[in-house]
C-alpha cells in the first residue's frame, strides 16, 4: 500500500512499501499525464533524468503501457546531460534507449538527445537552440509567467547530496536565471562535464516528479522536504517549486524514512 499525501507546500509525498509498487505508480501517473496532454495539447514533451530513475521507469515497457501509451505522441528530452559520446557508459541518452526508448515505439526524430561533439558550452547553447524552435512550434509549451519552456512533466532523479538534473549543491549555476539550458565543467561526481536545465525550466514545468529511493537519499530528502526552519539550507532538490505547476515527489520506505512523521516503520 502506499502512503500518499499533500506536504505543506513541498507536494505531493507518495511512499511506496516496495520498488515494485512505486515501478507501478510512476508507470500510471506517467500514462496519465501522458493521455491528458496529448488530449489537451496533441503532444506529450517528457524530459528525462539519468540514474536510477530509467529503471524505475521500466514498466512502462511492459503491457499495459506498451499498448496503451500514445508513444507517437512523445517528444524525449533530457533535463540533464553529460558530455560523453552516445554510446559511453556514462551517457544518461545510452541509459534512457536502453532501458526505455529502444522498447516502445518512440519516432526517432522526436528524441532530442544534445550534441556530444562540441564543448559543454556549445552542447548546452545548441540545446537551448532545439528548444527554442521546439517552443515556437509549440512542441513544448511556454509559461504564462516567463518566456520559459513549459514541459508536460520533468522527471528528476535525486542524489544522495540532493542535487537534481546537474544541479549540485552550493553550484553558482543555481543562480543562473537568464539561459534554459546551461553547463558545468567542474561536476563532483563524474564525468565532470554535464549540461542540465536551469531552475527556472525546472520550476516552469507543468508537473515535476522527483524519484528517489534508498536510504542513502533519506537526510537529502528530509532537508529538502520538511520544514527546517529559517536555516534550510540551499539544496537543489528544496529549490525545485514549480510555480504554476505541481510537483509529486516518488519515495521508497528507505528513502523517505527520515521525513518528519514518517509513516512507515522500517
Ligand atoms: O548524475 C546524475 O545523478 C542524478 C541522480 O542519480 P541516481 O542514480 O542517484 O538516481 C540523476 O538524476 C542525473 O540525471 C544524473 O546525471
Known sequence: MALSGDHNDRGELRTHESLDELKTDL??????????SVKERGVFAVALSGGS??????????APYNKTVDWAKWYIFWADERVVGKSHADSNYKLGKDGLLSKVPIV??????????????QAADDYEFVIRQ???????????ISDCPKFDLILLGMGPDGHVASLFPNHSVLGENDEWVTFITDSPKPPPERITFTLPVINSASHVAVVATGVSKA???????DDVGPDSPSLPARMVQPTNGKLVWFLD???SSKLDGAQFSN
Open 27 to 36: 508507470a500510471d501517473y506517467i500514462a496519465d499525464l501522458s493521455e491528458m
Open 53 to 62: 530513475l530509467i529503471g524505475l521507469m521500466g514498466k512502462l515497457c511492459e
Open 108 to 121: 526517432p526524430s522526436h528524441v532530442h538527445s544534445i550534441n556530444d561533439l562540441v564543448s559543454a558550452e
Open 134 to 144: 521546439l517552443v515556437r512550434t509549440r512542441v513544448i509549451s511556454v509559461s504564462e
Open 219 to 225: 537526510e537529502a530528502l528530509h532537508l529538502a522536504i
Open 253 to 255: 520506505k528507505a528513502a
